[in-house]
Nanobody, 118 residues
Framework: QVQVVESGGGLVQPGGSLRLSCATS????????MSWYRQAPGNERELVAQ????????NYADSVKGRFTISRDNAKNTVYLQMNSLKPEDTAVYYC???????????WGQGTQVTVST
């Protein structure tokens, strides 16, 4: 049974930091690329950060470059998103996604709420 479980969300003041975790099971984690997406109310889900399975090449949305860092621990089947210098516009539900291109496979978590506010 595939499980993708996000944690670490919460309420933080502008300028603060949070570290999201995504623990997975039920598939070969090291064979999957991993991504973090987010969705704010009234907006479409958008890609925030991505890390490849082997070379650990990373890619970020322009809005988070220099502030967010994605990393993975294949021994723990877990991907992380370190978020620094948070802004109110970072407020959203953050989702973890595991994917392969060939064949096309995609597993999603249930999301974790991040709220940046005073």
């Amino acid at each position: 049974q595939v499980q993708v479980v996000e944690s670490g969300g919460g309420l933080v003041q502008p300028g603060g930091s949070l570290r999201l975790s995504c623990a997975t099971s039920g598939f070969t984690f090291s064979s999957y690329g991993m991504s973090w997406y987010r969705q704010a109310p009234g907006n479409e889900r958008e890609l925030v950060a991505q890390i490849t399975k082997t070379l650990r090449i990373t890619n970020y949305a322009d809005s988070v470059k220099g502030r967010f860092t994605i990393s993975r621990d294949n021994a723990k089947n877990t991907v992380y998103l370190q978020m620094n210098s948070l802004k109110p516009e970072d407020t959203a539900v953050y989702y973890c996604n595991a994917f392969t291109v060939v064949p096309v496979t995609s597993y999603w978590g249930q999301g974790t709420q991040v709220t940046v506010s005073t």
